[in-house]
Nanobody, 127 residues
Framework: VQLQASGGGLVQAGGSLRLSCVAS????????MGWFRQGPGKEREFVAA????????YYADSVKGRFTISRDSAKNTVYLQMNSLKPEDTAVYYC?????????????????????WGQGTEVTVSS
């Protein structure tokens, strides 16, 4: 699976962005997907995950209520809608895919669970 993330940019605090991650391959619907981010001088951290069927999601506390992860299997794409952005959301955002085998409702939350990673898209939130 190859992943291509896009949609990052510069936005003012309080604004919104939608990130997209397009996956290659015909088995996209069998992969749980996630978003991670790495801010300046920080380690990569979990942001959100969605199960392979798409009905189950999980969020980091820091983004809960502001970010929404979704997927469109027809387009082999996972999205991250980011609202009410804060300067501390500034980071490079990465999408990732977790190979099947853990069930259709599972939402992986650990970096080590993901096998495939996109190249990252940069988000900068100005105050």
């Amino acid at each position: 699976v190859q992943l291509q993330a896009s949609g990052g940019g510069l936005v003012q605090a309080g604004g919104s962005l939608r990130l997209s991650c397009v996956a290659s391959g015909r088995t996209f619907s069998s992969y749980a997907m996630g978003w991670f981010r790495q801010g300046p001088g920080k380690e990569r951290e979990f942001v959100a995950a969605i199960s392979s069927l798409g009905g189950n999601t999980y969020y980091a506390d820091s983004v809960k209520g502001r970010f929404t992860i979704s997927r469109d299997s027809a387009k082999n794409t996972v999205y991250l809608q980011m609202n009410s952005l804060k300067p501390e959301d500034t980071a490079v955002y990465y999408c990732a895919a977790d190979p099947p085998g853990k069930g259709s409702y599972y939402q992986p939350r650990q970096r080590s669970e993901y096998e495939y990673w996109g190249q990252g898209t940069e988000v900068t939130v100005s105050s």
